[in-house]
């Protein structure tokens, strides 16, 4: 057990506790291609007809999804290791089925129609435990230490860049519990990966070379990769893959010229290469054209197509402001820690003393506005209401950067008041995951009337009382502690639901995880005496390391 003296070790662990207890069984689009390849070896979907809003039959007659299906291989991996179990379980759901033909007859005491009915689908199809164990395996297994590994990154980011390995330590772990990054990993979703993709091409130029030395070729080549599997996760991401080339070409130019810096890239663009090979050549397998996206193929499944071509359009204000403060998915909503990100560090600390440089701040800063603006021209954005905050993910590490300065110098009293109240907010939110579409509503009911939506004379009062965000905090103040998994087991369950209905049970559970988890850490620091500690938490903020120049 030596590994524990790691103090990187120990935050990966207790963080990979933490969001595994948390996880959601959300089954998402991105599991039924996983699904396909292991059930038949190619992509289409024909077994799970009409259990997603974004499986569509083609013009060949089969079923596909209509999205990038990179998000959906670092599945197919973690599923194919536990497919004998799920085949087994498969295999016992379509026996009790068989031998008690009322067992699909099960309902799911859910307020929302559309689960009621993809659960009927599933139930009658013999895929309930099937279903419920992959999404289990996809957030334990795949999500949850991803983003143990990204609050890692953080902490070694932070502390290469000179904070005080105690504070550092705090900072990953407020990165992993204080942000959307809680939210958000509790299921399967492409959207961390490009967070997680983008942000790690940003950081090997940052930190493994300067303008003025050529980045070692191993570094290109994985920076190239990043780039690539960003642009074929998601269309969005050749906005976020183009600001970061550029902040890897535009210092570089300035001193090596023109010539060499153009030499140097080659390896980054033949590494992406493989990434965007994957995306035609799926598309071309799926919809019958390496050019052609799913969203131009697949019928219309909601307004906001209208909009622009197929929902893109130029930048709206009110999708602008709404991905920002939308009770229901606004960044700030879900993530007010990042209020702290809009406060200028330079008013306060010299810039050669910043953890986050001032050149690194902007090329930030460009990447943040032009992806915002991006997501502000793609209407699809009101459909967050369905899914919490999703679109603006990729901002939030930077944006934590930005914010880094500020939190790594506060008071230690001061850092624990903020720290207690956003993981509190984030754990509220992460133990309910309460969707609805009131937003919408009202702002279709202020298009109808031709009004602003700040007209309607009940706006403020529904935004205040029935958006997700405060019927979250009025279900946990009338139902106490929940996690998300035993809520749905709950619902699906008859036969368990008085014993699962008692909230000690998941205070308990989470007393345990937590007590893991100090146990964990308390363990890990009596192997090694110079590793971080309780005590020194707060620890102070020291100088940044400078960057390193050319002997």
Known sequence: MRFLASVQVRLFLVCWI????FFATNVVREHYPAFALLDRGDFKCDRYAHMHADLFQHTDGHWYVGNNLLG???????????????????????????????????????????RQKMWKLVKSAGLDLRFGASTAITSVFLMAPLSALFAVLVFRVLQRRGVERGRAVWL??????????????????????????????FVIVWLKSDERRELATKHRVLFGAL??????????????????????????????????????????????????????????????DPFTPGQKVMPQQNEYVDFGYRGIGLPSLEVFVKNLIAPGWGLYAFGPLLLIALVPAALRVKREELFFPTRERRWALALVIAFMLFCAANWYSLLQFNTGFRYLLP??????????????????????????LVIAHGTVLAMTREVNDVENTLRHEAVERGVSELALPDYWRRMLT????????????????????LTVARQTQPALKEKLAS???????????????????????SLNSAAFAGPTLGGTATKPLPRKRPS
């Open 18 to 21: 933490l969001f595994s207890l």
């Open 503 to 525: 909230p000690w049970l998941p205070l308990g559970l989470l007393a345990f995880a937590i007590g893991t988890c100090l146990a964990i850490w308390r363990y890990g620091a």
């Open 72 to 114: 959906s291989m670092p599945v197919v991996v973690v599923l194919a290791i536990f497919d004998p179990l799920l085949d087994r379980l498969e295999e016992h759901s379509k026996a009790k089925l068989a031998a008690s033909p009322d067992e699909a007859e099960v309902q799911y005491d859910t307020k929302y129609p559309n």
């Open 395 to 420: 901002c939030v590490p930077f944006l934590f950067l930005a914010a880094s300065d500020h939190l790594a110098r506060m008071k230690t009293t001061t850092l624990a008041l903020v720290s207690v």
């Open 227 to 288: 780039l690539g599997a960003t642009c074929a996760l998601d269309y969005a991401g050749f906005v976020l893959a183009g600001v970061v080339f550029l902040y890897f070409f535009v210092p570089r130019l300035s001193f090596a010229g023109f010539a060499r810096t153009v030499r140097e890239s080659i390896p980054i663009a033949l590494a992406g290469v493989p990434f965007i090979a994957f995306l035609l050549w799926t598309q071309w397998l799926m919809y019958g």
């Open 172 to 201: 990953g772990l407020l990165f992993a519990f204080g942000t959307p990054v809680f939210y958000r990993t509790a299921h399967l979703n492409h959207n961390m990966f490009l967070m997680e993709a983008i942000f790690a091409a």
């Open 466 to 485: 029935e958006t997700p965000v405060p019927v979250a905090y009025r279900r946990i103040a009338q139902d106490g502690a929940q996690l998300p998994w």
